[in-house]
């Protein structure tokens, strides 16, 4: 198999100041229980960033939510001094709170996603945001008021890049009447792709399709299930293949898979090597359906 590096999975193109390495690296997993708290090791998550960058990742997805705000610690801590810092894209979230383990509450009034965004560049350590997501639209909220904020900020030279997480096609376009949105973040994997016309209405946008969750392959591996016969006709794990069908489901799919494993970073990182063919690459869509 070729080196293992995320560059080998292709590349988006946000804009002329960055084009990313496709497979990049979620922070979600680099917290404590219920995404709370900090991180048991936290000399190993940084670890985790360090490996990640040396795997050729320069995409990383973090949230204030997550710790909160641990992760963005982890995250910036194995960002500095890094040789290619400039090169490295992060896209954060705003927009929820956080009451315990397990426990998310979406949060849009204006001011308060303005608040955040300041924490979270001090939390950081940076003067912009690549890409800000709203994490969640709060229906107490109008969409004009939740992206105008955003869009307003972006007037200001603090966010580069607007996204929106966890939304209908028709919330899209609603609040693209407010403000070009640039990447769409949804869960979405080999065992559950209902957003499939949303994966295609964000290829035709040249929006970035993130998905959350991409290796929700639970109920698809097993001795006897398809999943695991690929697997092996490829000689790679299923982690890998359904990292690959995401990866040649759409041109502006950008996974996110997230680890505190050195070992499971790498074997993600690696599927950036695997071609599925097309006829398994069909097989495998239907599996959901």
């Known amino acids: 198999m070729a080196d293992i590096n995320a560059k080998n999975a292709g590349q988006f193109k946000f804009s002329d100041q960055f084009t990313v390495n496709r497979l990049g690296f979620g922070t979600m997993q680099l917290t404590g229980k219920g995404v709370w708290g900090p991180y048991a090791d936290p000399d190993r998550a940084i670890a985790v960033i360090h490996r990640a960058i040396d795997l050729g990742v320069n995409f990383f997805d973090t949230a204030d939510s997550y710790g909160p705000w641990y992760a963005d610690r982890y995250l910036a801590a194995g960002l500095k001094g890094a040789a290619n810092r400039d090169q490295l894209f992060i896209s954060d979230k705003v927009g929820q709170t956080r009451q315990g383990p397990g426990l998310w509450v979406p949060l849009g009034a204006p001011h308060y996603l303005g608040q955040q965004v300041e924490v979270s560049l001090m939390t950081l350590g940076i003067d912009h945001e690549d890409l800000l997501f709203l994490h969640r639209v709060d229906s107490h909220y109008s969409i004009a008021e939740q992206v105008g904020e955003l869009q307003k900020m972006k007037d200001e030279g603090k966010i580069r890049h607007i996204g929106l997480s966890q939304v209908t096609l028709d919330q899209v376009k609603e609040a693209q009447k407010y403000a070009h949105i640039d990447a769409i973040e949804n869960m979405y994997n080999v065992a559950d792709h209902h957003d499939d016309p949303l994966v295609d209405y964000a290829e035709d946008q040249h929006m970035a399709f993130v998905p959350w969750f991409p290796l929700n392959t639970g109920k698809l591996t097993g001795s006897d299930s398809p999943l695991e016969s690929i697997a092996q006709k490829y000689n790679v794990s299923p982690a890998q293949i359904a990292l690959a069908w ?25 599927a950036a090597n695997v071609q599925l063919s097309d006829a398994d690459f069909e097989a495998l869509s239907h599996l959901s359906k």
């Open 246 to 270: 995401l990866l040649k489901r759409s041109p502006n799919i950008l996974p996110i898979p997230g680890t505190s494993s050195l070992d499971h970073l790498a074997d993600n990182i690696a």
